[in-house]
């Protein structure tokens, strides 16, 4: 169903953030993800010969991260093909800080620490949240596999998923029916 037929407007810019994930031959994980911003018009910018024309990117900016089965960054590369300002492309080297860190529950506010307020790139930072939940949904099968080895030799693990949206609920009829031990059914109101 698409959206409702909008108001009269004009086109004034364009972003695409696209996320890819891989499966390495080493069973390690690269996540890749890529910001492109693009106006439909010229403008002036003076780092790149004076304007950037309509559709070339004002920004196009990406990173891989590799990870482990367990979503832990093992290594962090970032490149800055198109930015306003010249000086972005010195700072690509700051996702290195994320190495170390694990696609977890904080996952956002750890990596925002990890690239520095004012020592990183905002449109870097800004890719971190579609990667991971790109690494999560890339890794789910194998993680799901190897789960189910584990859950045969002890207790069911708690879902990292659980109450993090409105199918995941505890209470949900998706829970019931996929991690019935998880499920918690709605506490009954009194009138």
Not at 92 to 114: D, E, H, M, N, Y
Request: overall charge positive; aromatic content about 6%.
């Amino acid at each position: 169903m698409p959206l409702s037929a909008p108001t009269i407007r004009e086109h004034t810019h364009t972003r695409v953030v696209t996320c890819l994930g891989y499966r390495r031959s080493d069973e390690l994980w690269d996540i890749e993800g890529r910001i492109v911003d693009t106006k439909p018009y010229r403008f002036p910018n003076r780092d790149r010969g004076g304007h950037i024309e309509a559709k070339e990117p004002l920004h196009d900016m990406s990173i891989r991260l590799t990870i482990d089965i367990d979503l832990k960054v093992l290594e962090a590369e970032a490149v800055i093909d198109a930015s306003p300002y010249n000086y972005c492309k010195s700072v690509t080297s700051i996702v290195k800080q994320l190495i170390g860190l694990k696609i977890a529950p904080g996952w956002t506010a750890r990596s925002k620490v990890a690239m520095g307020q004012n020592l990183g790139c905002t449109h870097l930072t800004e890719l971190l949240g579609p990667i991971a939940t790109t690494a999560i949904q890339t890794i789910g099968a194998a993680r799901s596999g190897r789960f189910r080895q584990e859950r045969a030799q002890q207790s069911p693990p708690k879902s990292n998923f659980l109450n993090t949206c409105y199918a995941l609920a505890a209470d949900s009829p998706v829970v019931k029916e996929h991690w019935p031990e998880q499920y918690r059914s709605k506490p009954k109101q009194e009138n």
